[in-house]
């Protein structure tokens, strides 16, 4: 008697034990490095986040902001990127920021509760028939500080025509690309952080001509950890609970 007693007690603590390493298990996982958090690769002109993280919620990739117009500002459906004709764009970024020539998304991870540590963001920079006397810049901003500040500049990316020049001194009527990164994980803003954040990618250039075009594509974003709100973990932690319970009352039906 003694002995199936304690061999119920055993059983019931190393359930209750495996129950708590399951959901521990399911919070590292949420925590694990190289979370992917937001994901656009502009697949047929969609502007949806690719990325399956279930703890944050990407907004769509906004490509088209007032007064700019979807001809000549947003997503091609036949290039499968961004795109934003430069005749549309100033010469500098305190006017472009002025005329608000961006395109932008949001990292939701204030409705999800989570607690989000930011890792990187990358993108592929293009420019469609540069020239060699020309620059096609893309400077990326967070929301941190209302988009006005030198605060919020997290670099600047410039595409310079002499560097792709085939010597003729012509238009290239190539698509000319740049992949870019860039490091978060040092920005003290971007640790812990249990607000939304957006970043934007304004652009500028040297031209006025109506046939060159930037593009953004493959923009991803990366977290080295996103660990839910308690309460997320709580009912992990009650239905692993619930499951060894339903374990044990069928482990003494059968005894």
Known sequence: MNTKINSDLLNRRGLSAFAAILSLGVLASGAS???VVADYDFSGGSAASGDTDSFTTAGD??????????????ISSGSNNAFFFSFQTEGSLSNAITANDY????????????TVSLDSLEF???????????????????SFDGF???????????IDGADYDSGSG????????VAQFIDLSG??????????????????????????THRIDNVVLTASSVIPEPSSFALVLAFASMGASVFLKRGSRNA
Do not use: C, K, M
């Open 33 to 35: 490095a190289s979370v």
């Open 61 to 74: 990739y906004i490509g088209t902001v007032s007064p700019n117009t979807s001809t000549y500002s947003g």
């Open 103 to 114: 395109h932008s998304f949001t990292l939701d991870v204030e409705t999800g509760g989570a």
């Open 124 to 142: 592929d920079q293009a420019f469609w028939n540069t020239h060699p006397t020309l620059t096609f810049s893309v400077s990326v901003l967070s």
């Open 148 to 158: 006005a500040t030198a605060g919020d500049l997290l670099g600047t990316y410039t």
């Open 170 to 177: 012509s238009d290239l009527d190539v698509s000319t690309t």
């Open 187 to 212: 920005i003290t803003e971007f640790q812990e952080l249990s607000s939304d954040v957006e970043f934007r990618f304004y652009f500028y250039d040297t031209s006025s001509a109506t046939d060159r």
